[in-house]
């Protein structure tokens, strides 16, 4: 079991990296209300976190459209010239992250406008399906971020 949950986590990971990628001309500055939100993650599990994302890869289309919000850990980092922004839900034995990559709002500046690495963080956003090169790709473009 152990090793399935490793293997989707790394899956997670490989496919998130490209969420935030060249999104920020879609962000928008308005914030979902919480009664408008199609799949709240915030009071989820590792468990639950992980199976709902984990759905998102394999089934992109039904989350089309969708606002969520999620909390977790801030993560920030550059990869290959771009900076990538990430709430992240860890396990019990913090072994293995879930999680997804967001798109921030406009406007904002790192490292001014974000809170530190492993702070607690709330993204509330839209998902948005895109078709690229290497198939469909789901991005979570933030509406509003509180740490």
Known sequence: MKKYLIFLAAIFLCVSCGYSKNKAAKTTKESAPASKIDFDMRNLNYNMVSAITFEMLVDPQKYDGKTAAISG????????????YSVIVWDATLCCPAGMDFTPPEGLSYPKDFPQDEQKITVYGTLELEDTTDGSQLYFIADKIEF
């Not at 850990?73 to 990538?84: A, D, I, L, N, W």
Request: glycine share 8%.
């Open 73 to 84: 850990q801030f993560y920030s980092e550059v990869y290959e010239g771009t900076r990538y």
